[in-house]
């Protein structure tokens, strides 16, 4: 007997990296275990770029974001949705931001941290989604090509 498996609409994300003049990635933590970087969840239709343009002016008021020329992209396979019927479809784009956003970020909560590289390299397990530690560190350094990195 055949059956049809319809996927429900995907979640749509955008993952911020913030990195300052000293090359300090700022984390949230404290609500999940763990850490992770702000992030913002995207109508259906949003163009990716705009979702974050418009996240960081409304939430971090940071009005012209200076995008870094490296990016993540990540889009779940239909195989990995059996469990949840949900597929996944993200961006993470690095921001540049000045020492007095960063600033603002540290103060905006006890829960915002900044962490340098060798940081972000001995404790890269400590936060999520896997594998943004990796990006921060080979963008910083220099390692990776400019334009989509895929994440999976």
Request: hydrophobic share 40%; charged share 20%; proline share 4%.
């Amino acid at each position: 007997m055949a059956t049809s498996h319809a996927l429900s609409a995907a979640d749509r994300r955008v993952l911020l990296l913030l990195l300052d003049c000293q090359d300090r990635l700022m984390l949230c933590g404290g609500c999940c275990g763990g850490w992770t970087v702000p992030q913002a969840l995207l109508a259906t239709g949003t163009d990716f770029k705009d979702g974050a343009t418009q996240y960081l002016a409304e939430r971090f008021h940071i009005a012209n974001p200076r995008f870094g020329s490296v990016y993540g992209v990540h889009e779940t396979r239909e195989s990995d949705c059996w469990e949840n019927n949900q597929r996944t479809v993200y961006r993470v784009f690095i921001v540049r931001i000045s020492v007095k956003e960063s600033d603002s970020f540290q103060a905006m909560s006890p829960a915002h941290t900044r962490w340098k590289i060798s940081e972000l390299k001995a404790r890269h397990r400590d936060i999520s989604p896997e594998g943004l530690a990796l990006l921060v560190s080979g963008y910083v350094e220099g390692w990776l090509p400019d334009g989509p990195i895929s994440l999976y």
